[in-house]
């Protein structure tokens, strides 16, 4: 969650609408994945080990938050 959270006050610093409209989606969708993985790590704790599925979510929110601090980057060096 903190990744998150760093994640969005960097995109509050894109001055241009149009990719911080497109990174918004971006981070929308990791933060998504995030909130699954934390409902499926209540399961985890519930069986007393990780699942399949959880990590499943975990390596497509990892790609996810990767993913956006790649176009993040670029955004700063583009705008």
Do not use: P, W
């Not at 998504?32 to 399961?43: D, G, P």
Request: hydrophobic share 35%; with cysteine.
């Amino acid at each position: 969650m903190q990744r998150s959270q760093q994640c969005r006050i960097q995109l509050a610093q894109i001055t241009d609408r149009r990719a911080g409209r497109d990174l918004r989606r971006m981070l929308d969708v990791a933060e998504r994945h995030l909130t699954e993985l934390s409902k499926e790590a209540v399961t985890c704790r519930r069986q007393r080990r990780a699942t399949r599925r959880y990590e499943e979510i975990h390596q497509q929110a990892e790609q996810a938050l990767r993913n956006f601090e790649q176009h993040l980057l670029m955004a700063k060096l583009k705008y």
